[in-house]
Each structure stands twice: as C-alpha cells, then as structure tokens.
C-alpha cells in the first residue's frame, strides 16, 4: 500500500480510535499509546487485509479491540481489593480468593468480548454499571443482567 493510502486510512479513523480507547482507558497518554500502537499494527498488517472478509472499520476495531485486551493483559493490580464492594458489583471471595490471577485471566478469554469488557470496565477501571451500560450504549438492566452472566460463567470456568 501507498503512504498516501495508509494517511487516508489514518485520516478517516484516527479520531474514531482515539475516541473508542478514550472511552476505556483512564489517562490519556495510555489511549495515545494505543492507538498509536493500533495504526502501526495496521501498516505491517494492511497486505493482509481481505474486503471480502469484514469491511476495513470492521477490520481495524478488531485491531483495536485486541490491543486493549492486551494492554488490560499486561496491567498488574497495583493494590489490594477494597473489601467493601458494593453488594450489586461484588466479586465472590471465593472466585479471588481460590484462584490466582493467570487462571482468572484464562478464563475471561472465554467470555464473550461484551461481557468480558464489562467485567474489566467494573472491576479494572472501577467503572459503575450506569457509565458503563452509557459507555456500551445498553440499558442500565442489560448490562446488570450481562455482569451477572458473566460472574457465572467465570465460576462455572473456574469450577467455583
């Protein structure tokens, strides 16, 4: 691809990515990282691009998609959990307490990619459910009722 093709997808989706990491992340310098991460991956990977597969946007918010995940992966708790939870938003001490990190990791990659935000969002960014169901563009019951779903799968996941 031309550097001009590359600049004319950089024009047109730059903000759009900015804006999509803006949403999830809290400082601004990290949502800089990753969409600049985002649009390197994109120049190496763009002859691997095929239209017949996704659209180009569909294409590039993957990219995106998976290096929040990453960057997520990669974070370390830098405290410990706040023993007084809210009862609507608390983890189980059992789900923290019987398992460590990596395994609770393992089985967040098998939750769907919305639930799987929402549990990082609430328990990573200590989002509450009403500014992330805004954040989701989901009623407030939909993403309770997509929390709660996914708080089971993890235990069903991690045998709990």
């Known amino acids: 691809m031309s550097s001009s093709g590359f600049e004319q997808i950089y024009a047109a989706y730059s903000g759009k990515v900015m804006g999509y990491f803006m949403a999830r992340v ?33 294409w590039i918010y993957t990219i995106a998609r998976n290096t929040l995940i990453d960057h997520f992966r990669k974070m370390k708790p830098t405290g410990e959990l706040d023993e007084n ?3 609507d938003t608390a983890v189980e001490s059992s789900l923290l307490s019987r398992e460590t990190l990596s395994e609770l990791a393992d089985a967040l990659r098998l939750l769907p990619q919305e639930q799987r935000d929402i549990v990082v969002l609430l328990y990573y960014d200590r989002k509450p459910l009403t500014e992330i169901a805004r954040m989701m563009h989901l009623s407030y019951g939909m ?17 709990i």
């Open 26 to 58: 809290q400082r601004r310098a990290d949502a800089e990282d990753l969409c600049a991460d985002v649009f390197e991956k994109i120049y190496r990977k763009i002859s691997d691009y095929d239209a017949e597969k996704s659209a180009l946007n569909t």
């Open 85 to 87: 939870i809210p009862a």
């Open 143 to 159: 993403v309770k009722l997509r929390h709660q779903k996914a708080l089971a799968a993890l235990k069903k996941a991690m045998s």
